[in-house]
């Protein structure tokens, strides 16, 4: 990537930032690794922040607009063909109850998923309990303050 690419990236991801900070503070920082190299960070910061879904896109250096999010119909068929309840998802997307999710897959103004949420559908859904576990864990820990 040369430097046009990257200032490129960088701005449309912090146009993005407002939509999900989360999301895009991961972004910005994985972009930067990916064109900074080891320069930008530690080889232990890059391993922690490896599971973040924004920071692997852009380390990949992905366009904004090549992350697809889902239409309210495709979360909904996701849950169905996966045959998850809204109390499952609520938990696996860490929100309150089923009418949390009730808001991403319809109604009259369904909410638009963002990308965080749609990965953890699709981790609990391919990772096995024992991983999502570990990777709970390891939030959990990272919660102690230092």
Known sequence: MNKQQFDRLLRDAEINKQGDPDYWGGY?????RAYHGAAFSTD????KWA???GY???LAALKPE???L???AAVHAFLRRHEIT???AARMLYLS?????RKYTGGENPRQMDGARWFCLHAHVLLSPEQIAEIESAMGADLIAE
């Open 70 to 72: 889902p239409t309210a």
């Open 51 to 53: 599971k973040h879904p």
């Open 97 to 101: 109850g089923s009418r949390q999710v």
């Open 56 to 58: 692997m896109a852009g």
């Open 28 to 32: 910005i920082r994985g972009l930067r």
């Open 86 to 88: 809204g109390a499952q």
């Open 44 to 47: 232990a910061e890059h391993e």
């Open 66 to 68: 090549s992350v697809e």
